[in-house]
């Protein structure tokens, strides 16, 4: 039973694509993350939800944009897919917001962008 | 300065070795601290949170240092199944967010 879950695994799209990564949690938490794994393995964070309100936009393009419909699910939607997209991006999800306690990450998504 | 820091390595060592990893944070206000293990092509996942106090879980020890701002993981009587990268992270006050270090990687030999 996954706690968090993203879908795809694995995205092979090209230049210029629209394209979507769907996050769900099961674990009652109330706050939710996206994060970036680039090619040297640094993780970093994009975006935090907190019941639905977004709390964090850490500097990112506004072509990604984030969409929490309800606190168990957090979806991430990227226009013009450029060749830097491609990495990891990994949803999270806490019990509460500020890190007091651990996060939960989802297998994450592989994205390629040729 | 990166706001958390750690040796990258490898850290190449024998099974039975311990080994041990030091992180950095800059930012004082920071309030939680973990340990997280990644396996290639894997997610990040929780080894142990660390405790003003330290804390201990099997083989694995985790220390914190407030005052000279550094976490450390400590690896006793390694196994080839602790090969992985560890994540050091640290939860700002008032940040909402999870920091993470770039990972350093152990490599268990046999």
């Known amino acids: 039973d996954t706690a968090v879950s993203q879908t795809p695994k694995y995205l092979v799209t090209q230049m210029g694509n629209d394209k979507s990564i769907k996050c769900e949690q099961n674990?009652?938490?109330?706050?939710m993350y996206w994060y970036k794994q680039d090619s040297k393995k640094f993780l970093k964070i994009m975006f935090s939800?907190?019941?639905?309100?977004?709390?964090i936009n850490e500097t990112v393009p506004n072509r990604f944009s984030p969409k929490s419909p309800d606190k168990a699910h957090l979806n991430l939607h990227i226009n013009s897919l450029e060749l830097g997209d491609s990495a990891v991006y990994f949803c999270?999800?806490?019990?509460?917001?500020?890190?007091?306690?651990?996060?939960?990450f989802g297998q994450g998504t592989r994205l390629t962008v040729v | 300065r990166k706001e958390v820091e750690q040796d990258p390595g490898p850290f190449n060592v024998p099974e039975g070795a311990t080994v041990a990893f030091n992180c950095t944070y800059s930012?004082?206000?920071?309030?939680?601290f973990f340990w997280y293990r990644q396996d290639c092509r894997k997610e990040p996942k929780l080894l142990m949170s660390?405790?003003?106090s330290g804390n201990e879980d099997g083989r694995f020890t985790a220390q914190l240092n407030r005052a000279s701002q550094y976490i450390s993981l400590l690896i006793r009587d390694s196994k080839l199944s602790d090969s992985a990268t560890y994540l050091c992270?640290?939860?700002?006050?008032?940040?909402?967010?999870?920091?993470f270090g770039t990972g350093t990687r152990l490599k268990v030999l046999a």
């Open positions: 930012n004082s206000a920071s309030q939680s």
């Open positions: 674990l009652g938490h109330d706050t």
């Open positions: 999270a999800s806490s019990h509460t917001l500020g890190g007091n306690t651990e996060a939960f």
């Open positions: 939800y907190n019941n639905k309100e977004l709390i």
């Open positions: 660390v405790y003003s």
């Open positions: 992270v640290v939860a700002p006050s008032g940040t909402y967010k999870y920091i």
